[in-house]
């Protein structure tokens, strides 16, 4: 049983080159998130989808895209990224939307856009 | 969105209660409290959640006055593993799931 797996684990990226971010779940879990984390900070939401199908804004939506593939796979892409985009991703699900419902977290995806 | 104050950081030493205070003055009634921790280069892990009175677990307690205003974790006799930063989320899901600034806990030995 993974959990949550991601990947790439680091990526290195020019400023304006795109890329997709690849979250995926085994646990059969309605709802996943998208979250970023600046260096001492805390966790940022970006996007999330609540069911396969669905997906809505964050906190900070502005410079992403979402797909939510199927019930498994949730991916995160940046169309053309900035340097303000410099950042730890994590990925998460839960079984159902928010509160009550325990987030678990993917090792998360360091991104250095320079 | 229910905004929440903790400390920035706090130091304990091997064996001592810890008890780290999260505000959240304006929490809806639909609001639950939770609480993850942080190890570096790691994502949060979930460790206890409450709506009012007290939550116990294996891990930690958690302690809700009855206005519900403020929450408070507690970890009995923390070892030098507890250092991490601990985040306090007061929210009913979605986009209202928003991490507070967390607490940087350091135990010493």
């Known amino acids: 049983n993974a959990g949550v797996t991601q990947t790439p684990k680091f990526q290195v990226l020019k400023t304006g080159q795109s890329m997709t971010l690849q979250c995926a779940q085994d646990m059969n879990h309605n709802s996943m998130y998208w979250y970023r984390q600046d260096p001492g900070m805390g966790l940022r939401l970006i996007y999330y989808s609540a069911s396969e199908g669905t997906t809505d804004k964050g906190e900070v939506p502005n410079g992403y895209n979402v797909s939510r593939l199927n019930k498994r796979e949730f991916s995160l892409r940046l169309e053309s990224a900035a340097p303000s985009q410099t950042s730890v991703y994590f990925c998460a699900s839960s079984p159902g939307q928010g509160a009550p419902y325990e987030q678990y977290f993917g090792p998360g995806t360091r991104l250095t856009v320079t | ?109």
């Open chain 2, 1 to 109: 969105l229910a905004k929440t104050t903790q400390p920035i950081s706090m130091d304990s030493y091997e064996g001592q209660e810890v008890n780290i205070t999260c505000s959240h003055n304006n929490i809806a009634t639909n609001d639950y409290i939770t609480w993850y921790q942080q190890f570096p280069s790691q994502g949060p892990r979930f460790i206890i959640q409450g709506y009012k009175t007290k939550v116990t677990n294996e891990v930690a307690s958690l302690f809700i006055p009855a206005d519900r205003k403020s929450s408070t974790l507690s970890l009995p006799r923390v070892s030098l593993s507890d250092t991490a930063v601990y985040y306090c989320l007061v929210g009913d899901g979605g986009q209202n799931f928003v991490f507070g600034p967390g607490t940087r806990l350091s135990v010493l030995p």
